[in-house]
């Protein structure tokens, strides 16, 4: 059950956090990971650990808002693995410098390409780059990590990220119409508040979530591992709410 033997999957933001939970329990279910991450020395130490446990992983560096990278690492990978059978679009928040909450009205324009830039076309660079491969051999999963704020509106100055994400949810529908003739699926999972938000942030708002707890790299991974196996083959263009119950609609 929900067996990766066989397949590659790329991980991109997976040096740590939800990433490396995700690159974690696709490798268990079998698959060779490619450890993604803008920073050499997190994809390295990701990689080595999952190795390390005797799991199939590789690291790799590349920025998702440089499509020439993209590419060039994806042709490489290709050649060397035989091509990308899985994309979890993981990298997220601000990508690479501190995620900033400012109510819109008081943003700045050129603030908001670092949001749309990484949660809207970092998605689609990667997606991009992988996608004609998966059709011609005529399977793939396209998984895309969106978040509670791509769905409904928040008070919490994250109206730019928001909008990124709710994008990311709505290309992977309209993709999924395109490809599902060619054995692909394209689906979106929005997580609600997880571990990596700071502890007096996160305290009050524990209490209106019904699992009463936050989120782990865990729960996150285990969607991701379900939605790529063959199990989930007639599932496509749907969003999967990953919240503890926190959004119950």
Same mark, same amino acid.
């Given at each position: 059950?929900?067996?990766?033997?066989?397949?590659?999957?790329?991980?991109?933001?997976?040096?740590? *956090?939800?990433?490396?939970?995700?690159?974690?329990?696709?490798?268990?279910?079998?698959?060779?990971?490619?450890?993604n991450?803008? /920073?050499?020395?997190?994809?390295?130490?990701? #990689?080595?650990? &999952?190795?390390?446990?005797?799991?199939?992983?590789?690291?790799?560096? /590349?920025?998702?808002?440089d499509?020439?990278?993209?590419?060039?690492?994806?042709?490489?990978?290709?050649?060397?693995?035989?091509?990308?059978?899985?994309?979890?679009?993981?990298?997220?928040?601000?990508?690479?410098?501190?995620?900033?909450?400012?109510?819109?009205?008081?943003?700045?324009?050129?603030?908001?390409?670092? /949001?749309?830039?990484?949660? &809207?076309?970092?998605?689609?660079?990667?997606?991009?780059?992988? &996608?004609?491969?998966?059709?011609?051999r005529?399977?793939?999963?396209?998984?895309?990590?969106?978040? *509670?704020?791509?769905?409904?509106?928040?008070?919490? *100055?994250?109206?730019?990220?928001?909008?990124?994400?709710?994008?990311?949810?709505?290309?992977?529908?309209?993709?999924s119409?395109?490809?599902?003739?060619?054995?692909?699926?394209?689906?979106?999972? @929005?997580?609600?508040?997880?571990?990596?938000?700071?502890?007096?942030? #996160?305290?009050?708002?524990?209490?209106?979530?019904p699992? *009463?707890?936050?989120?782990?790299?865990?729960? @996150?991974?285990?969607?991701?591992?379900?939605? #790529?196996?063959?199990?989930?083959?007639?599932?496509?263009?749907?969003? /999967?709410?990953?919240?503890?119950?926190?959004?119950?609609?």
């Amino acid at each position: 059950m929900l067996d990766l033997s066989g397949k590659t999957a790329l991980v991109t933001g997976s040096g740590s *956090g939800m990433g490396q939970g995700i690159a974690r329990q696709l490798a268990k279910q079998g698959a060779h990971v490619i450890v993604n991450d803008i /920073f050499a020395e997190k994809a390295v130490a990701s #990689a080595k650990e &999952l190795n390390d446990h005797g799991l199939k992983a590789t690291s790799c560096v /590349f920025d998702v808002t440089d499509p020439d990278a993209i590419k060039t690492q994806i042709d490489k990978l290709t050649k060397e693995l035989g091509g990308i059978d899985i994309l979890v679009n993981n990298v997220g928040n601000a990508g690479a410098v501190q995620m900033e909450q400012t109510y819109f009205k008081e943003s700045l324009p050129e603030n908001w390409g670092k /949001f749309i830039d990484v949660n &809207l076309y970092g998605v689609m660079h990667c997606t991009h780059a992988v &996608l004609p491969g998966m059709c011609d051999r005529g399977w793939g999963r396209i998984i895309t990590i969106s978040s *509670g704020a791509g769905r409904v509106g928040l008070n919490i *100055g994250v109206s730019i990220y928001g909008a990124a994400k709710a994008g990311s949810i709505n290309l992977m529908r309209h993709i999924s119409q395109e490809v599902g003739q060619h054995g692909v699926t394209c689906n979106a999972i @929005a997580l609600g508040l997880m571990d990596t938000v700071p502890e007096e942030f #996160a305290a009050p708002i524990i209490k209106s979530i019904p699992c *009463g707890r936050l989120g782990t790299p865990e729960d @996150a991974g285990n969607m991701a591992g379900f939605l #790529a196996s063959n199990e989930a083959n007639w599932i496509t263009g749907q969003l /999967f709410c990953v919240d503890g119950g926190a959004a119950p609609y």
